[in-house]
C-alpha cells in the first residue's frame, strides 16, 4: 500500500508538473496571441492606408488620363488647321504662279505682237 501511495505522489507531482507547464504554455501562447492579434490590426489599418492611396491614385491616373487625351484632342485639332492653311497657302501660291505664267505670256505676245507691227 506505501508502494501504490508512493506512486500515486509521483503520479500527482507529474501531473501538477505538467500543469504548471501547460499553464505557462497556455500564457505563452496567450502573450503570443496578443502581439499577433496587434499586429493584425496594424496591418489592416495600413492595408486600409494602402487602399485609400491606391484610391487616390487611380483618381490621379483617371484625371490625368483625361488631361492627356484633352490635350491631344487639342493637338491633333491643332494640327488640322495648321495643314489647313498651309494647303490654303500652297493654293494662293500655286495661284500666284499660274497668274505670273499667265501674265509672262502675255507680256511674251504682246512683245511678239509689238515687233511684229
Known sequence: MAQSASHLRDALKRSEAECREQRARAGRCARELAGLSGRCQELQARLWERGQEAE????????????????????????????????????????????????????????LGGTAG
Open 56 to 111: 487616390g491614385l487611380r483618381a490621379a491616373l483617371g484625371a490625368a488620363l483625361r488631361a492627356r487625351d484633352q490635350l491631344e484632342a487639342r493637338w491633333v485639332q491643332e494640327k488640322q488647321l495648321e495643314a489647313q492653311r498651309v494647303n490654303e497657302a500652297n493654293a494662293r501660291e500655286e495661284r500666284y504662279r499660274n497668274q505670273v505664267s499667265r501674265l509672262h505670256q502675255k507680256l511674251e505676245r504682246l512683245r
